[in-house]
């Protein structure tokens, strides 16, 4: 390994072209996080190219010397993208080290290059000074003291955040908000979310979703009208989406033995340099070494640097530094050694973490708030650390309570900083507030929520705007915040402009996702469905019905059902055209799940609305038309509870199709016994209306009771009992006797009826309805 000790200085330059990452195309998944929740996979492949080094050796010339006018770059790969073994993704962080040589070009002649070998070729003492030795120092310091560091992130904005799949833990990319209704059969209605609180992916992150699956999922609710679910919180955990910190892939090569020794043996020399090393010149020299001993993205050479105690020593040396190029160049070493895996990182970080946190943010705040050369240098490299940090999920709850960590992140949206830092700072802010234990802090820590919203509002970086709207829905899914944050009418204005107008699929999927999560609280849902004149109910109609990401569908329809309640009813069945909008994505909606849940929306819509709801007729229209698709739920149920309500009975009756839909739920395979049952029972209660039985006594009404009436399983009494006082209530009118006397096998199945209830009957077995089956095969024999 090239090492820098005394003059002639060697500084590692790249000859050629930067190496390449083809942004490769994703494959799309669900979802939504989401996610919260979860799906397919989207990850970024990198190819990576090694740029041939070469040594530039200065030396004394008459004249001067002259820099060789080629852009350099210390021990660097250019500025690539990829993402690391571990599902960790890096937002371009390889450190382009542009040295400054080539502004240094027309004072200084005399470069003798040569091309060599980093493994194998070690620089040679020179013993002996020569008279001009002076004056080669001061050029020699001039040159290095120019020298930079720098993290190329312009490319943050391109590597978007892809979803991924699978159950994200300890940092493999994968963390799901998956948020899976559950709570069936809870009788306030509420889907219970699975928070996958636990995923180790970072946002360095492993943004990398398992979003995928991002969203809830909920069963079909087949035996109670009040027991649909709500959509707790389909939360992400900030696994979910993978964005590049971008340098060649942080992979794991498989070594030889004699590999690893090497490693450790170059890492040995590096940190006894470091240690040694006194005096600006030296020091500035040993961090050279260091930095092109680092900057690579092998995370088990990461790994090793990190066990060995290279963290340690660069921190101890930023400590007792106070020279500007020093800091920034040892804040690029810093940020490559922490490349490496979740598990380590956390590991070193219990030994130097609280000592070099503190340091950092007292480093950022200099940076941002005093005039510094290199200062966005710095502030990228530091940044990147606590982003290094804040992937590991254990991590998060500590870094949160630092001394001043939380107004460094408020002064994201206050501070100068280029869109690149921008993006970093929020993803810390997304990462921290994926912690349970983190959200009530932050949510009322000074200024740091107002600075998502401005963010999430204002930025112009989309990928800003996504880590904004990442941070609300997660500090959304706690119940501890979900009030306050119902309350806060600049929040609601936020998401709601997030969740309409964002051209992110991610961005518009979190802010739908974060409405859900506010909508399990009893307490938020009058307040969202009025505020601003029913601006949120709007903005989720208009997501479920043209949204192309599946995960912000489902997760509007989860939130809609949220949303429904007795005191919310009336309000969202007279809203303009939403039930409409329900009923043809039920019907319409490729995603068999989001038309699950806009059936539960509105079957839970048109079960809360009060008897002489304005919105009657249209609200049984839309349940009519919704029953026609095979993912309809818990309709029947609904029709049964309306057909109950005597004065709505004969408007029930003259819905177009209400009767012949009723007809086909009771006999249909494709429903559930109980929902059999359930439109069965509508069917008697209808012809308990003596209006009604005129219209009623058709081929088709008769068609499907004297199927039901033929049933003679155990768990078919009731229904079949049913069926047999419809048709008696029916044959009450005198003019329908003869029609329903010519029905094929209507009187065989009524003389059925008479024998079971003359066996009942002298069993001594009490009946809850008359016995009426005798009268009435006498009347339709009459009628005959």
């Known amino acids: ?274 240690n040694k090393a006194i005096g600006h010149e030296r020091r500035i020299a040993a961090i050279t070494n260091a930095c092109a001993e680092f900057d690579h993205w092998d995370t088990d050479k990461h790994n090793i640097e990190l066990q060995l105690g290279c963290s340690n020593v660069l921190s101890m040396v930023l400590s007792m530094t106070d020279n500007e190029d020093e800091i920034r160049m040892i804040c690029a070493a810093l940020e490559m050694v922490y490349r490496a895996s979740t598990a380590v990182v956390s590991k070193t970080f219990q030994d130097v973490g609280p000592d070099v946190v503190p340091l950092l943010l007292k480093l950022l705040e200099q940076c941002e708030t005093t005039h510094q050369k290199h200062a966005a240098v710095s502030i990228i490299n530091i940044t990147k650390v606590l982003l290094y940090f804040s992937r590991v999920a254990e991590l998060r709850t500590t870094l949160a309570r630092h001394g001043g960590m939380l107004d460094t992140l408020t002064r994201v949206a206050f501070s100068t900083l280029s869109p690149d830092c921008r993006v970093l700072r929020m993803r810390v802010i997304a990462n921290l507030s994926n912690s349970e234990e983190n959200k009530v802090m932050m949510m009322s820590h000074s200024g740091l929520l107002d600075a998502i919203l401005k963010i999430a509002a204002l930025d112009l970086s989309d990928k800003a705007r996504e880590y904004a709207s990442a941070s609300l829905m997660d500090l959304a899914s706690s119940t501890k915040t979900q009030v306050p944050m119902a309350n806060h009418d600049k929040l609601l204005s936020t998401l709601v402009k997030l969740a309409v107008t964002d051209e992110g699929e991610e961005t518009r999927e979190y802010a739908v996702t974060a409405m859900q999560n506010l909508a399990f609280s009893k307490e938020n849902r009058e307040r969202l469905v009025t505020y601003a004149d029913g601006v949120v109910v709007e903005a989720l109609k208009k997501a479920l019905s043209v949204d192309t990401n599946e995960k912000s569908r489902r997760r509007a329809a989860g939130a809609l059902t949220n949303l ?124 308990n209306e003596s209006d009604n039985r005129k219209i009623m006594c058709n081929k088709v009404v008769l068609k499907a009771l004297l199927e039901a009436s033929n049933l003679d399983g155990s768990e078919d009494t009731e229904t079949r009992d049913s069926a047999i006082v419809a048709i008696e209530r029916l044959a009450t009118e005198v003019s329908n006797r003869q029609y329903m006397a010519r029905h094929d096998g209507l009187l065989v199945a009524i003389a059925k009826a008479t024998e079971r209830e003359s066996k009942s009957e002298l069993a001594g077995e009490k009946n809850s309805q008359p016995r009426l089956a005798k009268q009435l095969l006498m009347s339709l024999l009459l009628a005959m």
């Not at 994505?585 to 059936?599: E, G, L």
């Open 564 to 687: 429904a309640c007795e005191e919310t009813a009336e309000l969202m069945s007279t809203h303009n055209g939403l039930v409409e909008i329900l009923s043809r994505v039920i019907t319409q909606d490729k995603n068999d799940d989001v038309q699950k849940r806009a059936s539960l929306a509105l079957s839970k819509i048109a079960s809360s609305c009060a008897t002489d709801s304005r919105s009657f007729e249209s609200t049984m229209n839309a349940l009519v038309v919704a029953a026609t698709s095979p993912n309809s739920t818990g309709i029947p149920a609904v029709f049964r509870v309306k057909a109950r309500n005597a004065s709505r009975r004969s408007e029930m009756a003259r819905i177009p199709g209400l009767i012949e839909t009723l007809a086909d739920m009771s006999t249909s395979p494709s429903y559930t016994s109980k929902d059999r049952d359930n439109a069965t029972r509508a069917i008697m209660h209808l012809t």
């Open 1 to 274: 390994m090239p090492r820098v000790e005394e003059s002639p200085v060697i500084v590692w330059s790249q000859r050629g072209t930067s190496s390449t990452i083809p942004h490769h195309q994703h494959q799309h998944q669900h979802h939504i996080v989401p996610n919260h929740h979860h799906q397919h996979h989207h990850q970024h492949h990198h190819q990576h190219q090694h740029p041939r080094k070469t040594a530039i050796i200065v030396k004394k010339g008459k004249g001067g010397s002259n820099i060789n006018s080629n852009s350099h770059n210390i021990g660097g790969s250019s500025s690539t993208s990829n993402s690391s073994s571990n599902g960790i993704s890096n937002i371009n962080s390889s450190e382009s080290r542009s040295t400054a040589a080539s502004s240094s070009a027309a004072a200084m002649k005399s470069i003798k290059t040569t091309g060599s070998d980093r493994s194998a070729r070690r620089v040679q003492r020179h013993r002996s000074r020569s008279s001009s030795d002076n004056h080669f120092e001061l050029q020699h310091e001039h040159m290095l003291s120019r020298q930079q560091f720098r993290t190329n992130t312009s490319r943050l904005g391109n590597n978007s955040a892809k979803k991924g799949s699978g159950s994200g833990s300890n940092g493999n990319g994968n963390g799901s908000f998956s948020a899976n209704g559950n709570g069936i059969g809870n009788g306030n209605g509420s889907f219970s979310a699975n928070n996958n609180n636990n995923t180790n992916t970072t946002t360095v992150m492993a943004l990398s979703s398992n979003n995928g699956n991002g969203g809830t999922t909920k069963h079909r609710v087949v035996n109670s009208l009040h027991g649909t679910d709500s959509y707790e919180s389909g939360y992400s955990h900030m696994s979910r989406r993978s964005d590049h910190l971008g340098g060649g892939p942080p992979r794991t090569i498989h070594k030889t033995d004699h590999d690893r020794n090497e490693t450790i043996h170059n890492v040995k020399i590096i940190i006894s340099d470091l």
